[in-house]
């Protein structure tokens, strides 16, 4: 993973300082101390000791019981996270501080994305900017609103007004998660455009052509975290592939370059819909299969059917750590029955969104499959979320994603 290139000035690291400004504080628990201290930028609620003075979504002065300043942070009122850290020192104009982590944000990708138009512009903690996600498709730009702070009609008027100012969109439309605006306490919202009146577009990853509808499809409309493990992928892809969990087909049209052979599994039709329109535009000649992907592979591998590539990538199956050891198993019968119908030779890409589950317990599970398939891997790669996507060290929260790219003998 290649270095955050934001300058150390910017970040929200955690420095002592004698006299908070007036305002309203927010006072924490040692522990919530220590926590910052170590590079994390979250206080938990129960770590909150007072914050009688803090309106929701307020900018809000961080001490400790004897008052010493630890930096600014964004308060929720309903959010088991209360405080996110937005800076280390006070804040005079958020509105302001919020324009400029916007056009840094677009400067670091300007250095890192390449053969793509659509990729993510930013990505909340990773760009200091927490509670935000903006992606961009193409001209059209699609963004979610996540906190108390960020969806205060001064911070939305800021944030629109300088991705306006600073990309030129023919559009800009939100998107709506309306569970996590009940959790945040927030009023509804329609998901739909704030800007403009195109509502659809063509965007490309890695040269190949995607169809982009601000009404269609989950998170912002399209999985970008993959960008760059769609490219790798196609590296080593070859023969007849399978795809399962295709959504809008983004594996499969990469696979397609490289194989003779590829057919996606969705359960979802209107996925699959979205994903024929897609193969349609790249002209590619795939076969699309509406069917759960636990059955089909149970019901391929009694039948002998045998790939030389196949590629597992499933919906987040820990939501929270409790959920860990179903989700282990979840993902160790998918591997396990994947790695029963690769021919010897055959390529292996299995990925997880799930945060809850750890890299070294992800390989893990797939060393333990493979040895109950008979099978022998080489990791060929083992990746993570695109680039845009930045990682902070400090919080772990931030990197979600495993890509591993295994040889099967």
């Known amino acids: 993973m290649p270095p955050h290139h934001a300058r150390v000035a910017h970040r929200p690291i955690v420095r002592e300082s004698v006299a908070p400004p007036a305002g309203p504080k927010a006072v924490i628990s040692l522990r919530a ?8 930028v979250w206080v938990y609620r129960s770590d909150v000791l007072s914050s009688a003075s803090a309106a929701p979504g307020a900018v809000v002065a961080v001490t400790d019981e004897r008052g010493r300043l630890f930096g600014s942070a964004l308060y929720s009122s309903s959010s088991q996270i209360a405080l996110r850290m937005i800076s280390s020192g006070p804040v005079a104009d958020f509105p302001a501080l919020l324009r400029e982590r916007v056009r840094k944000a677009l400067a670091y990708r300007e250095k890192l994305v390449r053969d793509a138009d659509a990729y993510r512009l930013i990505f909340s903690e990773g760009d200091f900017l927490p509670g935000l996600i903006v992606d961009r498709y193409n001209d059209i730009l699609s963004l979610q609103i996540l906190t108390q702070a960020m969806d205060a009609e001064p911070a939305r008027d ?3 007004d300088e991705l306006s100012k600073q990309l030129k969109p023919i559009s800009i439309a939100e998107r709506v998660d309306a569970h996590i605006r009940e959790l945040e306490q927030l009023p509804p ?9 195109q509502a659809g577009t063509v965007f490309t990853m890695n040269g190949v052509r995607f169809h ?3 009404r269609e499809g989950q998170k912002t409309g399209a999985f970008l975290d993959q960008r760059e493990n769609y490219a790798a992928a196609a590296q080593y892809a070859h023969g007849e592939a399978l795809d399962l969990f295709c959504y809008h087909g983004a594996f499969a049209l990469h696979l397609a370059k490289t194989c003779s052979q590829v057919t996606g599994v969705d359960s979802s039709r209107p ?3 979205v994903a024929d329109r897609n193969a349609l535009l790249n002209q590619r000649e795939i076969e699309w299969i509406e069917a759960n992907a636990f059955d089909l592979l149970k019901d391929y591998s009694a039948a002998g059917r045998q790939y030389d590539t196949i590629v597992l990538d499933p919906p987040a199956f820990a939501k929270t750590r409790k959920n860990l050891e179903t989700a282990l198993r979840g993902y160790k019968e998918l591997n396990l029955r994947a790695l029963k119908m690769l021919r010897p030779g055959g390529t292996l890409v299995t990925c997880s969104c799930s945060y809850h589950v750890s890299e070294p317990d992800f390989v893990a599970m797939v060393a333990e499959a493979a040895r109950d398939a008979h099978k022998t891997l080489r990791l060929l790669e083992r990746r993570t979320q695109a680039k ?3 990682i902070l060290p400090c919080v772990p929260e931030t990197a979600y994603l495993k890509c591993l790219i295994f040889d099967i003998t």
Do not use: W
Request: no cysteine; charged share 30%.
């Open 189 to 197: 919202r329609e998901s739909g455009l704030l800007i403009g009146e």
């Open 212 to 214: 982009f509808d601000i």
């Open 158 to 160: 800021a944030l629109i």
């Open 33 to 40: 101390v220590n926590r910052l201290k170590l590079g994390h």
């Open 271 to 273: 996925a699959l819909e």
């Open 388 to 390: 845009d996507h930045p």
